[in-house]
């Protein structure tokens, strides 16, 4: 490359943040001239988004120029203008719910400052919104879950899951938990004064009632984080903004 052609590419993108190929198409086309490059790059800039965003085309303009011409950048800030962070997390994420709730119940821990000493604090849970209170206690409940086994899950919280559970109006979700601790109670009733806390841990998990409650439970797992997501949807104002 000569050395005017060098500096017109200097020049050009010391005006703009251009990627070097398309820098040099950009003043092949110009004659080498790279104000008239820029205006020409800015021009694509503004129809690229103008046909990204919906935006007019004045719009669309004064935001590149706020973002200093960084199409990213300028799309991110009509994202946070349009939508609150709860909204932009289900847009991106629309397709992994899981992740999508994940994130969410970051945002409400953040934004509610709740306290967690590895867990979350149950207490503090029940004084959030009612929508909030409902996805966090049976967010944390599934993750505790998850992490620990469906036996040790019915000793955590059970109580507050199961409400919530049945205000999702997922009675048969929550009959078959309570089922579930009632059939581990009465082994531990029926065993414990002969068998140790890991022997009857076994004899729980071995017990074929205790068993199928589980694997019902396991079959409606994966609706779970759907039937969140819908949630977060339908109370989409109780949510981070």
């Known amino acids: 490359m000569d050395p005017t052609s060098t500096q017109a590419l200097q020049q050009l993108r010391a005006l ?26 800015k021009s694509e800039l503004l129809q690229v988004l103008v046909d990204k965003s919906g935006l007019p085309s004045e719009q669309a303009r004064e935001q590149l120029l706020n973002a200093g011409y960084d199409l990213n950048r300028a799309l991110h800030a009509i994202e946070e203008a349009r939508f609150t962070l709860t909204q ?55 993750a505790y879950e998850g992490w620990e086994g469906f036996d040790s899950a019915l000793h955590f919280h059970l109580p507050q899951a199961i409400a919530q559970f049945r205000l999702l109006q997922l009675d048969t979700l929550a009959d078959t938990l309570e089922q579930a601790d009632q059939r581990q109670q009465q082994v531990r009733a029926a065993h414990a004064e002969h068998e140790c806390p890991i022997e009857l841990a076994m004899r729980i998990n071995q017990d074929p009632l205790f068993n199928r409650r589980q694997d019902h439970f396991n079959q409606q797992r994966p609706l779970l984080d759907e039937c969140l997501y819908q949630w977060v949807e339908r109370h989409i104002e109780q949510f981070p903004t």
């Open 16 to 41: 703009l943040p251009i990627g070097l190929r398309h820098a040099q198409a950009l003043l092949a086309r110009c004659a080498g001239n790279p104000q008239q490059a820029a205006e020409l790059y």
């Open 88 to 142: 932009r997390i289900l847009r991106k994420h629309h397709r992994d719910p899981g992740q999508a709730l994940d994130l969410i119940a970051q945002a409400i821990e953040t934004a509610e400052q709740l306290p967690r000493q590895y867990w979350l604090d149950f207490a503090r849970l029940e004084q959030l919104a009612p929508a909030p209170r409902c996805f966090m206690i049976l967010h944390e409940w599934l």
